[in-house]
């Protein structure tokens, strides 16, 4: 239901911009979050967005990545999209989509996320 793409290699400094295809409908118009996990590591929340992100507090950036990245959602097409510049190679992780059908907010804890996508990788050097 949900699939990630636009993964990859980049030199540090690069951009990449990572799409998730969100099939449910269920699912289209609630909250969808980008997650990453490098080997070892828990996975963590990167990003999230509640519905089309413009209500205030409904869009979520984890402090590494505030100011480098940007969601946004395409809700016609079911898409929520995470644009990802200055990486750097602490970036490197796989990154999955992630879907909660919680009401009013995008929920921390990976429990909370019933759908989640295959991941994609990016590897920054």
């Known amino acids: 239901q949900l699939v990630e793409s636009g993964g990859g290699s980049v030199q540090a400094g690069g951009s990449l911009r990572l799409s998730c295809t969100v099939s449910d409908y269920t699912y289209s118009d609630i909250c969808v979050a980008w997650f990453r996990q490098a080997p070892g590591k828990e996975r963590e929340r990167v990003a999230s967005?509640?519905?089309?992100?413009?209500?205030?507090?409904?869009?979520y950036y984890d402090t590494s990545v505030k100011g480098r990245i940007a969601i946004s959602r395409d809700t016609a097409n079911n898409k929520v999209y995470l644009q990802m510049n200055s990486l750097n190679p602490e970036d490197t992780s796989m990154y999955y989509c992630?879907?909660?059908?919680?009401?009013?907010?995008?929920?921390?804890?990976?429990?909370?996320?019933?759908?989640w996508g295959q991941g994609t990788q990016v590897t920054v050097s």
């Open positions: 992630a879907a909660s059908a919680l009401i009013g907010f995008c929920p921390r804890a990976t429990g909370n996320y019933e759908h």
């Open positions: 967005i509640y519905r089309g992100g413009s209500t205030y507090g409904s869009i």
